[in-house]
């Protein structure tokens, strides 16, 4: 068996943490994922893509990482709403939280519920290398009502195939979430 890669990831969400550890794991592909807990600047550009690349390219010019890191940006993109909250996930979570998603979507009905999830991943390979990006996406729905007690931030109103992905395991929500496909994609780019 080959010694493994150490590949540091940089967030301040355990939750991505944990969600990416496992999947590294189940993917045996001789990746070991570092956690640090760092915060960075994210500046409010116009896609999530934009944000991700800027945040990577402060990080390799500013902070002093040494090994080949990643970060990650992810977003909630309600069709409907003209792609809201989109970039600005996380500062609407946190103001008006899965229950003011819910009000606003109050009269929206079958398919005008639809939303899609996002990540951008930017992997550094070195501090003088440009980020590389990977993009995956999960397409469901915004359910009726709150649903379930596992995962974190929209998991609970981010219904997929008939279940929210609060209602789902770690394993099963890497099975089909935007998060695991743009980081599979960084596996595939890595071996
Ligand atoms: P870092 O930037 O430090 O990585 P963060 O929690 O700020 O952590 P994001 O900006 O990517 O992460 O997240 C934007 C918002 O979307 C935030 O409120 C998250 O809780 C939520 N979010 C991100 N990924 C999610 C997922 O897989 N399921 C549910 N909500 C998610």
């Known amino acids: 068996m080959g010694s493994k890669r150490e590949i540091v990831f940089i967030t301040t969400n355990s939750h991505k943490v944990k969600e990416i550890k496992a999947l590294a794991d189940s993917e045996s592909r001789n990746i070991t994922i570092v956690h640090r807990n760092y ?6 550009l116009e896609g999530i893509e934009e944000v991700v690349k800027a945040s990577a390219n402060y990080i390799r010019k500013k902070m002093a990482i040494k090994n080949p890191f990643f970060i990650e940006d992810s977003g909630l993109f309600i069709h409907a709403l003209y792609g809201f909250p989109g970039t600005f996930s996380a500062f609407v979570f946190k103001k ?14 079958g398919e005008e519920r639809k939303a899609t999830f996002k990540t951008a991943v930017a992997f550094c ?24 007690s596992g995962g974190f931030g929209y998991d609970p109103i981010f219904e997929f195939e ?30």
């Open 39 to 44: 915060e960075y600047p994210e500046l409010q």
């Open 125 to 148: 390979e070195s501090q003088n290398k440009e980020p590389v990006l990977f993009v995956g996406t999960a397409q469901g729905k915004i359910a009726e009502e709150i649903c379930g």
């Open 96 to 109: 008006i939280g899965n229950e003011g998603i819910l009000k606003l979507m109050a009269d929206k009905k």
């Open 162 to 191: 008939g279940k929210t992905f609060a209602e789902m395991s770690t394993e099963e929500k890497n099975s089909v979430s935007h998060r695991s496909r743009a980081f599979r994609k960084l596996l595939d780019y890595l071996s």
